[in-house]
């Protein structure tokens, strides 16, 4: 980690998480040692997993974002929508099918039918606030949340955004009656009326 640009700022997390452990912590962040007494030695483990390894293992411990700018070109950084806000690549790489598997479930993550469980428990709790009810209907809350979350993935590509997922995402899908039926998905360029926009082909749009 110490001769390499990126292992340095995970390295910088580790450490970081290690000196406030060790503030608060019964072995200031050390695990001890100590054949003559296993207790001791098993206390100071069990403290270093909790308070250590268990908050980076779960994703607690945020590394310095501003450190990312100083990453050399030549590798590929592989992050959430929301921590990729503000940032800017030369390639940008966005999923937008591998959660489809299940098309009626994943319908909230792709084309709502409904406001869904935050939407809805808006519309319950805003009369009783100073907000008021909401003006836009739930469902259109909902398909405002999908469009503003790919806006700001597919605005972090400086040259080129690739898009990727399962063939069904673009083809469509056969029913067990052999029907085939396409699937609205609001990442690749359906508009909430159902309309597919890129499906009428675009100048800089390629299908591989």
């Known amino acids: 980690m110490q001769n390499d640009i990126e292992g340095l700022v995970y390295l910088e997390a580790i450490t970081r998480t290690i000196c406030q452990a060790g503030l608060f912590g019964h072995f200031g962040g050390q695990i001890i ?4 007494n296993l207790d001791l030695e098993t206390a100071s483990i069990r403290e270093a997993l909790w308070n250590i390894f268990v908050p980076m293992a779960t994703g607690a411990i945020e590394i310095d974002e501003d450190l990312l700018d100083t990453l050399p070109p030549d590798r590929l950084n592989i992050m959430s929508i929301h921590q990729a806000k503000g940032l800017e690549f030369p390639l940008v790489i966005v999923d937008v099918g591998s959660d489809f598997r299940d098309l009626r479930s994943a319908d909230f993550k792709r ?3 409904s406001g869904g469980k935050s939407c809805n428990m808006e519309d319950e709790l805003r009369p009783y606030s100073p907000l008021g009810q909401p003006r836009r209907a739930a469902l259109d809350r909902a398909f405002d949340d999908l469009v503003r979350q790919y806006f700001v993935a597919f605005s972090r590509a400086q040259d080129v955004l690739l898009l990727v997922g399962l063939n069904s995402v673009r083809n469509g899908y056969y029913t067990q009656s052999g029907q085939k039926k396409a699937i609205p ?24």
């Open 33 to 36: 040692f100590d054949p003559r």
């Open 111 to 113: 084309f709502p039918r």
């Open 185 to 208: 998905n609001i990442a690749t360029g359906w508009d909430r009326n159902g309309n597919w926009h890129w499906g009428e082909g675009l100048h800089n749009l390629i299908h591989v």
